[in-house]
Nanobody, 123 residues
């Protein structure tokens, strides 16, 4: 399994932007489809975005479509989540995840997880 480490998140003003990154260990990063999921306090872990192995295909949750962008750099074994127009009070822990299977929206389809990093839009 690939090891994943997210960057430190942050607190930004509502309407602001934040970019999360997730670095993977090993030389097999390009063989994984990647995803970002998040978990708000008291809620389950929900899908945010997914990206194919070569970074060509993407899929987003309706709640972030048009505001968030997932991307990857296979040479750096890193996946990114650019978050724009953050909403106030939108506190959540963001997790990057990897799967050897197809692009996934279900958390149970992911094989490896990062430790999570907090992203917050303040009012």
């Amino acid at each position: 399994q690939v090891q994943l480490v997210e960057s430190v998140g942050g607190l930004v003003q509502a309407g602001g932007s934040l970019r999360l990154s997730c670095a993977a260990s090993g030389r097999t990063f390009s063989t994984y489809n990647m995803g970002w999921l998040r978990q708000a306090p008291g809620k389950g872990r929900e899908f945010v975005a997914a990206l194919s192995r070569l970074g060509i295909n993407t899929y987003y949750a309706d709640s972030v479509k048009g505001r968030f962008t997932i991307s990857r750099d296979n040479d750096k074994s890193t996946v990114y989540l650019q978050m724009n127009s953050l909403k106030p009070g939108g506190t959540a822990v963001y997790y990057c995840a990897a799967t050897r299977g197809g692009m996934a929206t279900n958390k149970y389809d992911y094989d490896s997880w990062g430790q999570g990093t907090q992203g917050t839009g303040s009012s």
